[in-house]
């Protein structure tokens, strides 16, 4: 899983200005200076490049948008001005890896997910160079059902030259349900809704042993165990959380129903979830290089103050890093929400006795929470049942007034065959099923 952010900023772009650029030459000359840097010598050059900041670079000034590959397939999150420059990437030829995707020849095919469509997150998509090169096509997934109208409206053509309707790539929208567990080629994909004006939605890769989370625009208004539960639970186990940190956490506090968080937050959300790597994202258009360096050094100061062991990253465009646990058990994840009395609850996973306690407590606190005694559980993503998961599910059954099991693969219905256990279970072929059986109740 190769994970690479093209835009990191929020709300608005942000390029450098040039007084911008002269403080960082001016910043560097004086620190070679006062270390008697010899700029003949190449590691001393390398040291004053590191001085400018940020490896050398900027945090940069282009919205959201990031891509993670999965063996052959390409997955693109948002489409902020950031997605312009992975278009030029795509469209370059000359590059090995580009040629194998096939985009500037009208050959590439992509996943594309929306978190959300606020300017932001969708304002870079009409300046996409392979979407108007006939022949590449991408499929679009989205959870809120105004997608295609919103993207549609961007390029009306009061305000853009070209309307949406003239894109000569194809393109196919799937609209996603909330908490819906998606496939694509070895890659599992779910999503989780995030608090923000209008609602956004986080999405959970997991692909060769490793996870990553794309969280951004999220505020974690109540702190208490029971509120974060859902992000915990969503967040477990990630080797990396992108995570919005726009705010201080005074301002996170002042600014209340604006939708974003703070680094701070994060590394409590991220310590408690078990999460490896926290990227700080969703930049503040006016936070400078310089501040997000002293956001960075003030995170990894409080996560050492609280015992725990997590790479603290700040977000910037360029940064790239490969995901992959060749050895590690694949992990047991659930997502959770609530409608009409009924928790539903997807699991996906080897559901064995490392993922029973999980399971467990997830249950408990779910029902506790939405006060309700009716789940259906999806089983589809489970990759492998043991005797273990067999025993939490005769356990939830009794705990429980209602109980069905929804969607399960074929290796895992014959294992509960061998088990001698169907008939413990309400079994149905999906949700709408499980539904009319309870109703009929």
């Known amino acids: 899983?190769?994970?690479?952010?093209?835009?990191?900023?929020?709300?608005?772009?942000?390029?450098?200005?040039?007084?911008?650029?002269?403080?960082?030459?001016?910043?560097?000359?004086?620190?070679?200076?006062?270390?008697?840097?010899?700029?003949?010598?190449?590691?001393?050059?390398?040291?004053?490049?590191?001085?400018?900041?940020?490896?050398?670079?900027?945090?940069?000034?282009?919205?959201?948008?990031?891509?993670?590959?999965?063996?052959?397939?390409?997955?693109?999150?948002?489409?902020?001005?950031?997605?312009?420059?992975?278009?030029?990437?795509?469209?370059?030829?000359?590059?090995?890896?580009?040629?194998?995707?096939?985009?500037?020849?009208?050959?590439?095919?992509?996943?594309?997910?929306?978190?959300?469509?606020?300017?932001d997150h969708i304002q870079g998509l009409p300046f996409f160079a392979p979407l108007h090169v006939p022949g590449n096509s991408f499929d679009i997934y989205h959870i809120h059902d105004h997608v295609p109208d919103t993207l549609a409206k961007q390029m009306d053509a009061t305000v853009f030259p070209l309307r949406f309707d003239q894109i000569q790539a194809?393109?196919?929208?799937?609209?996603?349900?909330?908490?819906?567990?998606?496939?694509?080629?070895?890659?599992m994909i779910s999503n989780a809704e995030l608090k923000h004006p209008g609602k956004a939605y986080a999405y959970r890769v997991e692909a060769d042993n490793a996870i990553a989370v794309v969280a951004t625009d999220a505020e974690y208004k109540s702190l208490d165990n029971t509120d974060t539960l859902k992000y915990r639970n969503f967040y477990g186990n990630a080797d990396l959380l992108i995570f919005d940190a726009m705010f201080s956490v005074r301002e996170s506090f002042v600014k209340q129903d604006w939708g974003h968080s703070s680094a701070l937050i994060g590394a409590d959300i991220a310590g408690e979830a078990n999460v490896k790597r926290l990227v700080l994202f969703h930049h503040d258009p006016a936070t400078t290089d310089t501040e997000l360096m002293q956001i960075k050094q003030g995170t990894e100061e409080y996560i050492q103050s609280q015992g725990l062991n997590i790479e603290v990253i700040v977000g910037q465009e360029g940064f790239e890093i490969e995901l992959k646990n060749p050895t590690a058990m694949t992990d047991f994840h659930i997502t959770e929400w609530a409608k009409n009395g009924i928790v539903f609850l997807t699991l996906s996973g080897k559901f064995g006795g490392q993922a029973?306690?999980?399971?467990?407590?997830?249950?408990?606190?779910?029902?506790?929470?939405?006060?309700?005694?009716?789940v259906i559980l999806n089983m589809d993503g489970v990759s492998d049942m043991q005797m273990a998961g067999i025993q939490a599910l005769v356990d939830a059954r009794s705990a429980v007034m209602s109980l069905a099991l929804v969607k399960l693969p074929e290796n895992v219905y014959r294992v509960i065959e061998l088990s001698a256990t169907t008939d413990f279970f309400a079994i149905y072929e999906d949700e709408k099923s499980a539904l009319t059986a309870f109703n009929s109740h």
């Not at 194809?170 to 890659?187: D, N, P, S, V, W």
Request: proline residues 2%; positive net charge; hydrophobic residues 35%.
């Open 170 to 187: 194809e393109l196919t929208f799937h609209q996603l349900k909330e908490g819906q567990l998606l496939k694509i080629g070895e890659a």
């Open 356 to 374: 029973t306690e999980r399971f467990r407590k997830h249950l408990a606190r779910s029902l506790q929470t939405h006060q309700v005694n009716k």
């Open 1 to 119: 899983m190769l994970l690479k952010i093209w835009g990191a900023r929020g709300s608005i772009p942000a390029p450098l200005k040039p007084d911008d650029i002269h403080q960082k030459i001016m910043t560097a000359l004086q620190w070679a200076g006062e270390h008697n840097i010899d700029l003949a010598v190449a590691l001393d050059k390398q040291r004053l490049i590191d001085k400018l900041s940020l490896s050398g670079g900027t945090a940069g000034g282009n919205t959201t948008c990031i891509t993670i590959e999965c063996g052959d397939d390409l997955l693109i999150f948002d489409a902020g001005s950031g997605i312009r420059e992975l278009g030029s990437y795509l469209m370059n030829g000359r590059n090995e890896h580009v040629r194998k995707l096939g985009f500037y020849r009208g050959k590439g095919h992509a996943h594309l997910f929306f978190t959300h469509t606020h300017w």
